[in-house]
Structure formats: C-alpha cells, structure tokens
C-alpha cells in the first residue's frame, strides 16, 4: 500500500471518529473500517488523471473554469448533488514569464546556525531556493505547452463544494479542503491534484446512501492558492459571519454550519527525503516517508489545533499500514491558514512545508518539465 492511501485511511478514521457516528448496512463493531474498506485506489488514481486533462489549471484561465465545472460535474455523481460556488474577484495583474533557475546546487547549514524558514521555522540540514517555474517555454513537452498557453487574466473567479449534511447535527461542521488551481505549465498532478482527487474521494465515499454522520462535512476545492490563497480568503469573508444560522427560520437547513474544524490537504504523493549535497532530490519516495500533520503554533486556537493533529496521528496508528504520520508546528502557506485563528485548522502534506529541506527540491523539480513527465509516469504506472 503507498503513502498516499494511508493518508486517506488516517483521514476518514479521523473525520469518522469526530463526526460521531456512521451506520453502513451490516456495520460490524467499527465503522470506521467499513468506510476504509471502500476507498477505492483506482477511482482515486482516475480522478487524478480526470484532474491533469486540464493542465496546471492555473487560475484565470479557460482550463481553470473547465476543471472547476468537471469538478462539480463529478462530486454530483458520487451522490454529492447539493454543490455551490463562492464567486469573488482576483484583481492582480498576473507575474510577468520568468526564467526558472536552470541548475541548483544544495547549500549545508552549519551546525549552530539558525537560519528562519517559513511559519517561524528554523532550517536545517541541506537546502535548495525555492524556484517555482513561471516559464511556459521551460515546458520541453509540446502537448503541454499548448494545453497551458493561456496566460491568467485578472477577473472574477470561483470554486465549488458540496455538503454532507449530519444527521444529528447539521447546523455543526468540518470543512474539508484542498486547492485545485495549479501552476508551472505541466499537469498540477501532485500539488495539488492528489489532494483535490482526494477530496473528492472522501466526498465519494461519505456520500453513499447508507453512510450517516452525526455532524455536516464540507468538501471544498478552493481556487487561486497559489496566488495567495485568495479563495479560502473569500470563503472565510464572505461565509464566517454565515456560521450556524438556521435559513429559513425552522426550516432545519443552515447553509453554513458552524465550523468545527478545518483539515487541508496539499501535495500529497510521496516524500522525497533530503536532497543530496549537489542538489538533487531522489525521484524515489524514501521507505521512510512519513505523512506531516502542520497545525500553526502562533495560531489563536493553537492547542485545540494540535489535539487534532494528534487525533489524526492517532487514526494513522490505527488504521494505516505502512507510513508513519507525525506532527509538526509550523502550518504556513495553506489553505488552512485563512481559518486558523477562527477555528482548529491543520494542514495534511508530503513534507513540512516549512522546515524541511525537500520541500524546495520538491517544489522545484514538480515545476520542471522533466519532473512533470515524471510525475506522470509515476501516477499513470502506479498500482
Ligand atoms: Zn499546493
């Protein structure tokens, strides 16, 4: 089993256990398994490549909005049918084309040294410059430099969901999230096309018939993250102020439950480990990839944050079969932050975004062409 389905098996272990309660037919004594039991791998392999038919579906484009459609086509047959938008507008002017640095080297950290990395980390070991591609030319492959021609133009933007709502509970709910626009002119296969496929899966799987929960989840696949997470943003502002409001009075709906917690989901294939001394990172998940559980330390509801991430560690020791989770403190640059002093939030990933060497090396080779090509093999031969 790889990594990526023992993410998903902390994940619905999690969510289960928190929701309350889920009765399948036949349920034996834990019901978090049954629903382990019907992650389906090849759904959650297909929705993946559904997903990179559309390119880095960077936001802005033609093949954002056509993704954003697909996307909403697809949660509805799962069963998923109550899909909305939040609509907002991104007004920037879009990063005029650069050059992608052409050859890193790593750079070792002294012992002793303190060198700040993002989130209030503190750096170590070997680390590569963050050179996220913004080069259409750097993209060796003709197919793809064709399917992401578009460049962004600054407009009005949305991003979908769709609601389980709680049998029990409807007006309280988890938020369940991942950013579907991409960038670096390949497929936006692992970030963060893993993580919406994900999602969606987890949207699949909580919205068969026989499947209850005590409390409401939410499955969102928010836009414009890579511009600066301006689609979480707009949910936060515009629905916040929404929370556990019954509309129409006695009607028993709320549109927007009152939040519970808020669990991210970003760059979710494989760990690479540390870059070596000349600056490559290893094509190669490593045996001992781990799955990172970020809650933000400097955050409002920090510890209420942490005793979640530990719930979700928890749910990997119990369910998952190869790959340890652990825990770390410095969340940054995600989804989850918007909400991060509203609400417990964690974010789900590969790697420590922040303190962790590869996820530079990471970072940079996903955007290279090279990379891109094969990132694909790996998905597509993957099994
Ligand atoms: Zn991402």
Redesign the pocket.
Known sequence: MNAVWTRLLAIVAAIVGQSAYCQAQNAPTDPVSVLVGRLDLEAYKATIKGLTQFGDRREGTARNRMAVDWIEAQLKSYGCTNTERVKYVYDAPPQPPQQAAAALRGSAIASGEIRQGLGRSRLRGMTLPVVPNNDPNAQTDPALRARNAELPTPGPREEVYCTKVGATRPDEMYIVGA?MDGRGFGEAAN??GS?TALVMELARVFSSPDVKTARSIRFALWNN??TGLQGSRAYVAQRALLQGKEDPPGSGRYPEPRWIAMIQH??MLWDHGMPRPDGVVSPEQRPEADINIEFQSAAKFADAAMRLAFFFRDANEKYATDYPAAVGHHMTN?DSTPFMDLVPAISLREMKEACRPERDGTRTIISRPTATRRTRTRIFAWG
């Open positions: 950013h970030d963060d993580g993250e890579e970003d760059m995600t």
